[in-house]
């Protein structure tokens, strides 16, 4: 999903205006956080997700999600080194198509972090990995030092749509969000997208903020 980046960080670097919430006590202790998934797009969907950082330094994903549709839900934590990440209102739908497409939302839930799927130790992702189908009941672990290590580096490819923190950032998972994506609906070729991804596969249908 390349996101053109420099139009990324344009918009990024607007939306950056008030740089906080950056916790001062660090991430070598115990947390979790609880995420209420809103829907995106009257999609219908709710759920619920929680990112645990455990005592031992398991990092773990588990979401659940009801009122999708019956598809593929690439799904994500997003973020950036630059602003505290939100979820989209309708008024982030800059075409006024009536969709808030994956491209419009980026500007409030910044780029793809972490790819929720079934290996969260890197962040290729893997379609087939993704949760399928109208309920989600997902969880996936992995280290929160591989975590650390996978995103407080600088980008190793800028042409795709995953992006990291850069070298010498500090995750911190206060800042992000977890976007849901995927639809059956029919949409209009306004609704813009990743490209070589159909807009239906990337539309985003829920999102929450950590
Ligand atoms: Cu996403």
Sequence with gaps: MP????????????????LSGCDSDGTDEAETFTVQLRPLNDSG???????????????????????????GHPQHI???????ASCPSAAADANGDG??????????????????DDDI?????????FPQGTSISYSASTT????????????????????TLGAGASVD??????????????????VGTIPGLPNTATLPVACGTL
């Design 121 to 129: 130790s890197n962040q290729t992702p893997n379609a087939p990995g």
């Design 3 to 18: 996101f053109r980046l420099p139009l990324l960080l344009a918009l990024l670097a607007v939306a950056a205006a008030p």
């Design 144 to 163: 929160f030092a591989q975590v650390r290590q996978l995103l407080e580096r600088d980008d190793p490819n800028a042409d795709d749509p995953i992006m």
């Design 45 to 71: 969907v709710s759920g619920t997700a929680t990112v645990r950082v455990g005592d031992d330094g398991a990092f773990t994903v588990a979401l659940d999600a009801t009122g999708l549709d019956a598809t």
């Design 78 to 84: 997003h973020g950036s080194a630059m602003a505290v």
């Design 173 to 190: 998972l206060g800042d992000y969000a977890i976007v849901v994506h995927g639809t059956t609906r029919t949409l209009p070729g306004t």
């Design 99 to 116: 969709f808030v497409d994956v491209m419009e939302g980026a500007p409030s839930y910044g780029g793809i972090l972490l790819p929720l």
